[in-house]
């Protein structure tokens, strides 16, 4: 069973070390919901170690993981244990055992190549009329909108932002328009291992017969995988955030307007933890004219999860009471800030719901960072 | 005696070798069952026999028993042998007995050759005929070199007594002290402008919590007033040449921002520049620098001295110490414990008990480690005192009010625990210096795969190096507490009195040589050696290797396009007559 499984894992391309285990504690430490949820990724390690796995179908914190990577950030003998829940997610998606609203996701995305359940065709329309060429037309920079920003009402208007932002910068950009697809970053981590391989063998050509040499996403999830799974070789991955700090430095991009607000900033996992971007955010609000820029007290590798990630979209968790994110609101409105700044869709709809839930709304507005560089263009 | 200042010339011929045949014995070993239970030792000698140049050829049972030798012994003297090979297991363990053997026979030991039928023959092969086959080959090959072996001489050089100690902490200076009481000069190099190390920065010891300021100030004064003690503070090694027996060390006093260079002539150097403390900031989750309630170990040293463990002016209710920190990581690079925090959390935390009666004293830990003498009596006190240990290795540090949240899993309740404190102590192990690049370029050190510097042997070399007369001592080959560090520096300042109490070095005589009239003078014998033996002569544009620094590795050999160099007792034509055997 062990063996099993750390082969399983191996199999999957995941770099699990199960033997590799002290049992120290280090990644249910610090993982977030370990204190909300019933889930214990140290003791998992050890029931997978000593071959005494439960049955997996009653686990249902399984699905819990936001697949913050908390854990293999810091686990000292770098057995990554989140990937041993990738693994058994894998095993009950083989099975058929996944929570219904995952199985949706999954489906649209198999089908319509979005989670949200909206058709292709109209993946675009929220670009009509904003003067955004195809990449197909030829361009210097490809433009990864992402599904959220593309289809979900509220960070559609990040994505206006965002096309606002780098026509002001002169930024000759294009997008895939109904040519994009899902990205497969959640699909991967929910365990669904097939159809993200499909996505790859789809999306990979697609992405490289536009043969440019920087591609941006809006989201840290898509940079995560075209970063790090996809294998584009030919191909600059950047985060948004990476690149208009660049364009900032370059002095490309200059404000005449201001914001003259007091931000904080809410690090993404996937941008923070997982893939060490802390600095070129932060550098984006501080060039903000107006902008006073405060910290909350857990930031960088101490950042709180919003709880967004690994699938956690399209699953309620098994604590909804004690969500991550309503702790994180707080912890922004005690700085005194106006705006919690974000970096990520997932982040976006998160907070923002959490800072209706908390009644926030007067003191706490949520924008993402390109809605703030729009603002004082 | 430094055969470097002679001029290189091609190894004479003895008197008696001119235009003579060789003289060969060859002594076949049955090991025995090892070798003759698969190889027919009585048809290799038959074989043997045949080879030319070849006088006698024995066998028997074990040719390095005090019987099998003198058969060397007795055949050499009445047989006029010129040359010997015993054909029986890897030269590792025997050469030097057969080489002895030889010797007392008359044999040049250089004159020697053996050949591998062991490990290389019978313990391999099962066939008896293939095997005795193989065996009469590697005999032949041995032979054959044996055959175009010339005559070299065991060599020594005098030593320059005295030592460098480099470092002034408690491993330097105990090791110069036993230097120093032996009658030779000691020397201590100290970077900073104080003797101690950082055993000064401590308070008290486990596992008797003595304090330090009883020993510590009494082994400082024995140095400074030691008769054969010199001490450079403020100053660093610039330079170290020479070898074994006579080196040359550069040292650079930085004292006032002038700087003055001394050159020391000693016999022996000892390395003792210990360690760096694991800088917390690293581990960027336990928010130390942003929250004045994180401390170090070391921190909470210089408090515990001064009495004084408020934060922010409040008296601490609950002090939480977190182990490992830095250690046993290899996400960090540092996968090796430390070997201290266990016992100096232990310490601090008894001591803290001790000081604030009414507080709370948590320990985290992933394993509590006491070993050695007193280590585990010493943890029985610290919980006996009230320590209470919880098993979890802390994850993480946030801000709660005017206190601070240790966030970890206790693994025996199974449950992720938000513990409050007011003070967070991270026991800081310790790394590699920074300047420990820099210390082994300058004496060719080699270091393990944790930067620390890498001992001979593991258990039977453990303060040698690999450049002969350098010795390690205390934390700068491995972390160690304070009793380890004493009996290292006290086996390296032994190890460092054999060469300077002998007053002579043996050294090697296979060496590289170079032909003058070969030699093009380009220069990449110099660059390709690891010993810094070959130099270019500036007078003549050749090279010139230093026969007391080269430790006959053949790197120059191999490298000199035009062929110049050789190594003795390894020259093509004695490696080729080998190959052709083999080949052919």
């Known amino acids: 069973m062990q063996a099993d499984i750390q082969e399983l894992a191996r199999e999957l391309g995941l770099g699990l070390d199960i033997l590799g285990c002290i049992q120290c504690g280090k990644c249910t430490g610090g993982c977030p919901i370990s204190i909300t949820t019933a889930l214990n990724v140290r003791f998992l390690v050890y029931e997978a170690l000593v071959d005494a796995l439960p049955d997996l179908g009653e686990m249902e914190e399984l699905w819990d993981c936001t697949c913050c990577f908390t854990c293999v950030e810091r686990c000292p003998k770098d057995v990554r244990p989140a990937e041993l829940i990738i693994s058994l997610r894998s095993q009950l998606v083989e099975s058929g055992k996944i929570p219904g609203t995952i199985g949706d996701a999954l489906m649209s995305i198999f089908r319509q190549g979005n989670p949200l359940g909206f058709a292709r065709e109209d993946r675009a329309a929220w670009a009509e009329g904003l003067g955004i060429k195809s990449a197909r037309d030829g361009c210097e920079v490809l433009w990864f909108v992402g599904c959220v920003p593309s289809y979900d009402m509220r960070s559609q208007a990040v994505a206006r932002a965002a096309a606002k932002v780098f026509q002001a910068a002169g930024v000759d950009f294009g997008i895939l328009g109904t040519e994009e697809t899902c990205c497969g970053n959640e699909v991967r981590r929910v365990g669904e291992m097939g159809l993200f391989e499909m996505l790859v063998e789809e999306g990979k050509p697609v992405l490289e017969s536009v043969g440019v040499p920087t591609m941006i996403t809006t989201s840290p999830h898509c940079f995560n995988t075209f970063k790090h799974e996809y294998g584009l070789e030919e191909t600059e991955v950047l985060h948004y955030t990476q690149f208009l700090a660049r364009l900032i430095q370059e002095g490309k991009l200059s404000f005449s307007g201001k914001v003259a607000k007091r931000v904080t900033y809410h690090d993404p996992c996937f941008l923070g933890k997982q893939n060490h971007i802390y600095d070129e955010p932060r550098s984006i609000l501080q060039a903000i004219p107006g902008v006073e820029f405060v910290e909350m007290d857990r930031v960088r590798e101490r950042s709180l999860c919003c709880e967004g990630g690994g699938g956690r979209m399209w699953f309620e968790g098994t604590n909804t009471e004690e969500r991550l994110a309503f702790q994180r609101v707080h912890e922004a409105a005690e700085t005194g800030a106006e705006i919690l700044a974000v970096a990520c869709p997932f982040c976006m709809s998160m907070l923002e719901d959490a800072v209706k839930v908390q009644g926030l709304e007067d003191r706490l507005k949520v924008m993402d960072i390109l809605e703030l560089v729009a603002e004082a263009l | ?68 030798q003198a058969l060397i012994k007795e055949d050499g003297a009445k047989l006029s042998l010129d040359r010997v090979v015993v054909a029986s297991c890897s030269p590792r363990m025997h050469e030097p007995t057969f080489r002895a053997a030889s010797q007392e026979g008359g044999v040049n030991p250089y004159q020697f050759e053996m050949a591998n039928i062991r490990e290389q023959c019978s313990w391999v092969h099962h066939d008896p005929d293939e095997a005795t086959a193989k065996a009469k080959i590697l005999v032949a090959a041995a032979v054959a070199k044996a055959y175009r072996l010339e005559p070299l001489e065991d060599r020594e050089v005098g030593v320059t007594p005295g030592a460098v100690v480099i470092g002034g902490g408690v491993a330097g200076m105990v090791a110069a002290l036993d230097v120093a009481d032996a009658g030779f000069p000691a020397y201590i190099v100290e970077k900073s402008d104080r003797l101690g190390g950082r055993v000064a920065d401590l308070n008290r010891t486990f596992p008797d919590l003595e304090p330090v300021a009883e020993w510590l100030p009494g082994l400082v004064e024995r140095i400074q007033s030691h008769p054969n003690i010199t001490v450079f503070l403020n100053a660093q090694v610039a330079q170290v040449e020479g070898y074994v027996g006579n080196f040359e060390v550069t040292v650079v006093e930085n004292g006032g921002g002038e700087e003055q260079g001394s050159k020391l002539q000693v016999g022996a150097i000892i390395v003792a520049t210990g360690y760096k403390v694991f800088d917390p900031q690293r581990k960027p989750e336990f928010g130390y620098g942003v929250y004045p309630q994180v401390i170090t170990t070391l921190e909470m040293e ?26 046993r990581d290899k996400q960090l690079g540092n996968p090796y414990c430390s070997r201290v925090c266990c016992m100096i959390s232990a310490k601090q935390a008894q001591l803290v008990r001790q000081a604030l009666p009414d507080a709370r004293v948590t320990v985290f830990y992933m394993d509590v480690r006491a070993f050695g003498k007193r280590g585990e009596e010493f943890y029985d006190e610290a919980r006996r005192a009230g320590v209470r240990y919880r098993r979890g290795n802390v994850s993480e540090v946030y801000r709660r009010g005017d ?16 513990v409050e404190a007011d003070l967070v102590v991270l026991a800081v192990g310790m790394e590699a210096r920074d300047d420990a690049d820099e210390v082994a370029a300058l004496l060719k050190l080699p270091r393990s795969a944790d930067g620390f510097f890498l001992e001979a042997h593991p258990k039977l070399r453990p303060v040698d190096t690999a450049m002969d007369g350098v010795f390690l001592a205390g934390c700068c080959q491995a972390p160690k507490d304070i009793p380890d560090t004493v009996a290292q520096a006290r086996a390296a300042a032994a190890s460092a009195l054999i060469p300077l109490l002998r007053g002579t070095v043996p050294v090697i005589s296979e060496t590289a040589e170079v032909d003058p009239e070969l030699c093009a003078g380009c220069g990449m014998c110099v660059e390709v050696c690891p010993f810094g033996a070959p130099a270019l002569d500036p007078l003549w544009g ?35 007559a080998q190959v052709d055997v083999l080949a052919g």
């Open chain 2, 1 to 68: 005696m430094i055969e470097s200042a002679m001029p290189n010339r091609q190894p004479a011929i003895e008197e008696g070798d001119m235009g003579s045949r060789p003289r060969i014995g060859v002594y076949i070993c049955h090991c025995g069952a090892n070798i003759a239970s698969t190889v027919d030792v009585e048809a290799v000698v038959e074989f043997a026999k045949t080879l030319p140049g070849v006088v006698v050829a024995r066998h028997y049972t074990y040719m390095c028993s005090e019987p099998g």
């Open chain 2, 302 to 327: 210089r408090r515990l001295a001064e009495g004084d463990l408020s934060v922010n002016g409040k008296t601490p209710e609950h002090v939480v110490f977190i182990k490992c920190v830095g250690s």
């Open chain 2, 403 to 418: 206190r601070v949240v240790v966030r970890v899993e206790d693994t025996f309740l199974q449950r992720t625990l938000e």
């Open chain 2, 542 to 576: 050749v090279s010139r290797v230093n026969a007391v620094l080269c430790k006959g590795c053949g790197a120059c050999a191999v490298t000199c396009p035009s062929k110049a160099i050789q190594v003795r007792h390894f020259r093509p034509d004695q490696i080729l």
